[in-house]
């Protein structure tokens, strides 16, 4: 019973194995067939899809040459075909291309400054010495009328000696003169309404700030000589804040005076600071090739502090409906730009483009694409070479004007030996126009071959000219 039993067994086992082996044989032989009806147009290299066969061999890395099918090639130079899951392992994605008003957004980097219509510089008007110094260090708060500084000039001492004395003369021109040469020294009213009372001149004269602000510079210290020339210090208003910016040469012609920013400043995050463009620069800077932009922005909270970077973003005006495609799309190029087109189940071309101008992100497009095309913004750089390579061996591929040498040329390469055996008049053959280089001389019987020369000149003159010149080789004779 058990030897029957494991009989049984073994059978059926033996079954299964030889119906696995049978299906697994049709299934091969089925693939096999498949294959062999499709179309081989060439052989090529895995790793370079540059190095084409005829026939089946190795690359230049010695890694066998795989078949490229007619079924998997599209006929349409330049496009190329991939899998669905090759797509997703790129992640290639696409956008299309959009008509619609093209906002002429220009973000660029600013930084603040004073606002220089309100700096004032003070200079003193006599040469003397400074007394008093109110201001220690450049970068203090003042406020109008606190004191900058004292002064002691002996000019100003003489000029007050001298209005005190006209003082006591009846001439009234002459104590009017003195009061206005006081006044250009830069005494001013509450000086000399002090010498009309005490009757005795001040040695030192004071001098206040006459608008709040902050010390931009000093340049002077206690003790120190200075005269008119000499810049003392500058006071700024910090009330109102320059934004300087600058534009591209290209973009130059869109910003005008008024137009609508906006401002961001990185140490003050979340915020966003209105202006409008209050000047627009005359001139191209020549060294950055760029055009310099001056936006007002209000200090009232006093947040804003010169010197500090930040980003301007300008407002130009739109423009007219104009095709644009995402900026990450264009592939630039040195002579033409391209984009890489979708053109549905797996097929990709490149396409040349011209391009217009560029905001926002976007750029516009002047022609080469429709509205609606799909293009490709992401995994583009890898399709567009495999299209370019693609597009490279169809211009090979393809026939082209020549010349008659050239014909000659090509039909002499495709010429058999049997051809060439059954030719009888070759005195027609003009042999200038064959390459000698694809003559194959190897099954060629020179032996018989007459060499025959024609006879030289021996004259200099004749040798210049005819030195090169021989007869024709007499083809009858030879044994192909």
């Known amino acids: 019973m058990n030897n029957k039993f494991l009989i049984f067994i073994i059978v059926l086992l033996l079954s299964w194995i030889g119906w696995s082996v049978l299906s697994g044989n049709q299934q091969q032989s089925g693939a096999v067939s498949g294959t062999a009806n499709r179309e081989v147009l060439y052989w090529q290299a895995p790793m370079d899809p540059a190095y084409r066969r005829d026939q ?102 003489a000029a007050q000696d001298e209005y005190l004395a006209t003082l006591k003369m009846n001439n009234e021109s002459f104590k009017e003169a003195s009061r206005k040469r006081l006044m250009s020294l830069g005494a001013n009213q509450q000086l000399i309404n002090r010498i009309n009372v005490s009757g005795i001149s001040e040695q030192r004269m004071t001098v206040t700030a006459q608008q709040t602000g902050v010390v931009a510079s000093l340049n002077i210290r206690e003790g120190g000589y200075v005269t008119p020339n000499t810049t003392i210090m500058t006071i700024a208003s910090l009330q109102k804040i320059w934004v300087q910016t600058e534009v591209f040469e290209k973009q130059a012609n869109w910003v005008q005076s008024s137009q609508r920013a906006e401002v961001r400043i990185d140490a003050l995050p979340g915020q966003v600071f209105p202006a ?124 082209s004007n020549s010349t008659v040498g050239d014909s000659v040329d090509r039909s002499m390469k495709k010429m058999t030996v049997d051809e060439h055996a059954r030719m009888k008049d070759h005195s027609t053959m003009q042999m200038e126009d064959i390459n000698k280089n694809d003559v194959d001389h190897s099954s060629m019987d020179h032996s018989t071959m007459d060499m025959d020369m024609t006879e030289q000149p021996d004259s200099a003159e004749s040798k210049d000219q005819n030195s090169s010149t021989t007869e024709p080789m007499h083809h009858e004779s030879m044994e192909h």
């Open 276 to 399: 409008h463009i209050d000047y627009v620069y005359p001139e191209i800077d020549p060294q950055t090739r760029t055009l310099k932009i001056r936006l007002r922005l209000d200090n009232n909270e006093a947040l804003l502090r010169p010197n500090m970077y930040a980003r301007a973003t300008i407002f130009a005006s739109e423009s007219a409906d104009v095709l644009y495609v995402p900026r990450e799309a264009v592939i630039r190029g040195g002579d033409n730009d391209r984009i890489v087109l979708s053109m549905g189940n797996g097929r990709f071309r490149s396409q040349p483009i011209k391009t217009g101008i560029e905001s926002g992100g976007v750029i516009e497009i002047l022609g080469g694409l429709n509205e609606g095309d799909d293009v490709v913004t992401s995994g583009q750089f890898l399709i567009d070479s495999e299209s370019s390579i693609n597009g490279a061996f169809s211009r090979f591929e393809t026939p």
């Open 56 to 157: 089946p061999g190795k690359s230049p890395m010695g890694m066998d040459l795989v078949p490229v099918y007619a079924d998997s090639v599209d006929t349409q130079p330049g496009v190329v075909k991939i899998d669905p899951t090759v797509i997703d392992n790129l992640g290639v994605r696409t956008a299309k291309v959009v008509r619609g008003q093209l906002a002429r957004q220009i973000d660029s980097l600013a930084y603040l400054g004073y606002d220089e219509d309100s700096i004032k510089q003070i200079n003193s008007r006599v040469d003397g010495w400074i007394e008093g110094l109110g201001v220690k260090a450049s970068g203090e708060r003042v406020r109008k009328g606190d004191t900058l500084f004292q002064i002691y000039s002996p000019t100003l001492v």
